[in-house]
Nanobody, 125 residues
Framework: QLQLVESGGGLVQPGGSLRLSCVVS????????IGWFRQAPGKEREGVSC????????DYAEAVKGRFSITRDHAKNTVYLQMNSLKPEDTGVYSC??????????????????WGQGTQVTVSS
């Protein structure tokens, strides 16, 4: 079984925080680069963050640098996205995805093979 399941989305006020979780099964998070993507209505899916196979490298979109943090917990086989100082423009469906084994991070959507169902994040007052 290969599965990625996101959770933690919801409605939050501007300036608030959320932590998204991506629980994976059927593979080890230590063997794959895992990315977080988001898509707002009428917009293309965009890369938000990615963590490398080793976890030693983390990439962030310029729009979220300094506000978001990606981590992984090998024991729980989970990748997290901590989102702080949220803005209305952060609103969208957030999905986690994995690349092929042995490949590093990328913000190119088509390079990711497997996707979760997504979790809605809405930032509004």
């Amino acid at each position: 079984q290969l599965q990625l399941v996101e959770s933690g989305g919801g409605l939050v006020q501007p300036g608030g925080s959320l932590r998204l979780s991506c629980v994976v099964s059927g593979f080890s998070v230590g063997a794959y680069a895992i990315g977080w993507f988001r898509q707002a209505p009428g917009k293309e899916r965009e890369g938000v963050s990615c963590i490398s196979l080793s976890g030693s490298i983390a990439d962030y979109a310029e729009a979220v640098k300094g506000r978001f943090s990606i981590t992984r917990d090998h024991a729980k086989n989970t990748v997290y996205l901590q989102m702080n100082s949220l803005k209305p423009e952060d609103t969208g469906v957030y999905s986690c995805a994995r690349r092929r084994a042995g490949y590093g991070c990328s913000n190119i959507t088509r390079l990711y093979e497997n996707w979760g169902q997504g979790t809605q994040v809405t930032v509004s007052s």
